[in-house]
Nanobody
Framework: QVQLVESGGGLVQPGGSLRLSCAAS????????MGWYRQAPGRQRELVAV???????TYGYSVKGRFTISRDNAKNTVYLQMNGLNAENKDVYYC??????????WGKGTLVTVSS
């Protein structure tokens, strides 16, 4: 089992930036993919960005060019740098990890609010 703890969410003004962090612990040797998903009330979780252990990243269409995912394998931590935030980015952001055989774990989520 892998435990994921997110941090870095909060309130930011439109056009501002935030950096989310997700630290993994436990059975970290099984982790292949780490990443971020977002979810609004009543909607399915959708991909924000994921990165594998070779640092190859995939982004959701709506965040390309504004968000950057990175991973520090030595610290078992994944980061999401979010720039140019707008009201549409307001959501709960969840950290996710996935093994090569498809086992996955979720963090509890961190709320990002964009408001002036």
């Amino acid at each position: 089992q892998v435990q994921l703890v997110e941090s870095g969410g909060g309130l930011v003004q439109p056009g501002g930036s935030l950096r989310l962090s997700c630290a993994a612990s436990g059975n970290i040797f099984t982790i292949y993919l780490m990443g971020w998903y977002r979810q609004a009330p009543g909607r399915q979780r959708e991909l924000v960005a994921v990165i594998n252990n070779n640092s190859s990243a995939t982004y959701g269409y709506s965040v390309k060019g504004r968000f950057t995912i990175s991973r520090d394998n030595a610290k078992n931590t994944v980061y999401l740098q979010m720039n140019g935030l707008n009201a549409e980015n307001k959501d709960v952001y969840y950290c996710n990890d996935r093994s090569l055989i498809g086992q996955e774990n979720w963090g509890k989520g961190t709320l990002v609010t964009v408001s002036s």
